[in-house]
């Protein structure tokens, strides 16, 4: 792993400032005020066209908000204005060795900013992207694989952006066949992007394409997630992304991966969960386990994801329960995407997973 | 209450028959199968225009659903046809008596199906609730009061059709500043709405509107969710709104009093969570709440609903936090929107609630 990824000479000294600012606005107030707070807190203020709005961008308790804002005026970080509130240039310089920025501005225009539209990102990296997925490889079973359509990794792109989970992010991809990897490093936004997966063909492909489209940033690694996260990888990622196998021992494995590759409080994770392959009481235990590891759900959006037919439909198990045998001719294997974020740091073993994790008796693509 | 809204002859007969061929399916796979999710089968069966589309709208485990097609394939509900399935007049009758029919198409067309749109909903119907809508009560602050923009109740209402939550459905909300049960008798879709509030004013200005228009399925009962909720209505409804205050003890009482208005297992329940009033690790504490009663996260939408700007502005307990004194010129006030499904009967206790239900320490706008 190249050390530039992970490391940033002036990020040191930056947190430290930021976590002081914390502390100060943490003894203020009653109210849980965390250091993600005061990043998306500080985001929100490059983003915001008024005081209100900084409100409404910042998702943080107002309390604790206004305790923050509070500290930042003190420090001669924020002065007051007619129209409301205005970062100051060290205030701007902090957010930038930080490694923040505003995101674009991606909601959709038909529903009041209800729904995102990725069609708002750039055009150029859509087109590159296109190009380049062309020659991506085929699903395969083997692997329990099936990509989604270009519009939902723009989708998932879009929403992590606008929560923060990409600009100036390092970013870990467990499993890729949906290349969002590299959606992710031609977005130009994360400060690193590692995306690992047992299938040889991905990883290849994916270093071709880094290396074609000049993507420094962007590293593929052959990893098998039923052996143990490498240490060089745990706790060193802001954002995880996975489109896991759904067989409640395989999801499970994979987002303990997620997990541990975190750094711990304010680390978010994004993962797709389907009906055609779980039931809801596996959607509660998954709830659950996420909430016993100190993961909070912050977005669960069914019918999120969009899936491309793939070639092995009539080698599925679930081929010979169907009444009548017809190969689909429109997408129809959807799934909800899920977005959480830790709130403590996770107690998870990091061992080794033996025999098979696709298989469980709601499985159906295997 | 009248009689009619919670009772129709010929269900007792179809519920039985459904209950049926549960069972017969139930037998058939080692995978969890609920009434609820038989109704969701039949419902796709009704909208669908292929196979799969049906296993797309069905949101079943696969093989589950397999084995239930089976079953109907088997009693003559259900035949085999060059394009795929077709429900048989028997199975249409049986829909027809359980009050099931298809919800109309409200994806948004930008996005894959990703949003939904509420413009999609039969213009009269938004033209009536508008008009109604103009001589709503104004919001105050003593029962923490702050309605949503029509465009949003058109979408909760949107998203619950599309859900299978509305169609022939008894709806109980609680708590109506949104005027969500105006919007959902307006819509015609459900067999009966009780809504209830302790707002006199909200009371009568609805009682009045459902006289004005007609609608003899929607009845409006003053109620203090602080006195336990009556017999009449525990377990009688199969979905419930509601937007409560974000105290955690206020928050957790409302919904107590929604899931024991559940019929049980197969209910569905809508409710909106802020980030300005309440912090992560409340959600978290929330959603364990949830799942230790019985009930499952099926969608966590944040920004879905956007709030009208009130007048007590000045007098909420946040204004003195601000930095800067300015009142909101644009929508600024935020909600996730949320919708459980329960798996259980919940355990909870009908008892009554003693003093301030309003304020915890992250309130902001009490």
Redesign the interface.
């Known amino acids: 792993m190249s050390a530039s990824g992970l490391h940033s000479p002036n990020s040191a000294v930056a947190a430290e400032t930021l976590e002081a600012l914390l502390r100060a606005a943490q003894e203020r107030?009653?109210?849980?005020?965390?250091l993600r707070d005061a990043e998306r807190a500080l985001v929100a203020l490059l983003e915001a066209e008024?005081?209100?709005?900084a409100?409404?961008r910042?998702?943080?308790?107002?309390?604790?908000l206004?305790?923050f804002?509070?500290v930042l005026?003190e420090r001669g970080l924020?002065e007051?204005?007619e129209?409301?509130?205005h970062l100051k240039e060290d205030a701007l310089a902090l957010a930038h060795e930080l490694g923040l920025g505003p995101a674009p501005e991606l909601s959709?225009p038909?529903?009041?900013?209800?729904?995102?539209?990725?069609?708002r990102l750039p055009e150029d990296i859509r087109e590159r992207f296109s190009r380049l997925a062309r020659r991506r490889p085929e699903a395969i079973q083997a692997f329990d694989q099936g990509f989604v359509?270009e519009?939902?990794t723009w989708?998932r792109i879009a929403l992590a952006w606008s929560r923060g989970d990409l600009q100036g992010r390092r970013i870990f991809v467990l499993g890729d066949d949906d290349l969002m990897s590299l959606a992710a490093a031609l977005s130009g936004a994360p400060r690193y992007v590692l995306v690992v997966d047992v299938d040889e063909r991905l990883v290849r492909f994916l270093q071709e394409a880094a290396r074609a489209e000049g993507l420094d940033n962007l590293e593929a690694v052959r990893y098998d997630l039923r052996t143990p996260l490498p240490e060089a990888w745990i706790g060193k990622f802001d954002t995880f992304f996975t489109d896991p196998t759904e067989s409640f021992r395989g999801l499970t494995l994979t987002l303990s991966r997620g997990l541990l590759a975190l750094h711990g409080p304010g680390g978010a994770g994004y993962f797709g969960l389907t009906?055609?392959?779980?039931?809801?009481?596996?959607?509660?235990q998954v709830?659950?386990f996420l909430?016993e590891h100190g993961a909070?759900?912050?977005?669960?959006?069914?019918?999120?994801s969009?899936y491309a037919n793939w070639n092995y439909i009539e080698q599925m198990r679930?081929w010979s329960?169907?009444?009548?045998q017809?190969r689909?001719?429109?997408?129809?294997?959807?799934s909800?995407w899920h977005r959480i974020?830790l709130?403590e740091q996770p107690r998870l073993r990091n061992e080794a997973a033996e025999g098979d994790i696709f298989n469980d008796?709601?499985a159906?693509t295997t």
Do not use: N
Request: glycine share 4%.
């Open positions: 107030v009653p109210v849980p005020f965390t008024d005081l209100w709005d409100i409404r910042s998702r943080v308790p107002m309390r604790a206004c305790a804002w509070e005026l924020l007051r204005t129209e409301g509130l959709c038909r529903c009041e900013g209800r729904g995102l539209d990725p069609a359509t519009e939902t989708a009906h055609a392959e779980s039931s809801l009481p596996k959607w509660a709830q659950r909430l909070v759900l912050t977005e669960l959006r069914d019918e999120f969009a679930s329960w169907l009444p009548v017809l689909p001719t429109r997408t129809w294997y959807l909800a974020e709130l008796e709601e159906a």
